[in-house]
Nanobody, 117 residues
Framework: QVRLVESGGGLVEPGGSLRLSCAAS????????MHWYRQAPGKERELVAS????????YYVDSVKGRFTISRDNAKNTMYLQMNSLKPDDTAVYYC??????????WGQGTQVTVSS
């Protein structure tokens, strides 16, 4: 089992920055990849960014490329999402997800990000 706890959400003005954290505990060694998803009101949950925990390769959805950076600190068992140049369209609940080597899926509880003046 893997437990994921997100933090770092909040209210920020357009153009501002936030850094989200996702702390993992439990069977950390089984995690193959970690992801950030988001879900805005009335919309489907969408994949924002992913990172392979073995080789560090990353993926970003087009709408956040050049603005968001996904990273991980293996010593702290924590994944981050640095979000810069935030736009109102980035407003959503952001979720951390982990996928294991055995195809198990784990989700965090989510953290609210609101971009508004």
């Amino acid at each position: 089992q893997v437990r994921l706890v997100e933090s770092g959400g909040g209210l920020v003005e357009p153009g501002g920055s936030l850094r989200l954290s996702c702390a993992a505990s439990g069977s950390i060694g089984s995690i193959a990849a970690m992801h950030w998803y988001r879900q805005a009101p009335g919309k489907e949950r969408e994949l924002v960014a992913s990172i392979n925990t073995r080789v560090g390769s990353t993926y970003y959805v087009d709408s956040v490329k050049g603005r968001f950076t996904i990273s991980r600190d293996n010593a702290k068992n924590t994944m981050y999402l640095q979000m810069n140049s935030l736009k109102p369209d980035d407003t959503a609940v952001y979720y951390c997800k982990a996928t294991s080597l055995y195809s198990a899926i784990y989700w965090g509880q989510g953290t609210q990000v609101t971009v508004s003046s």
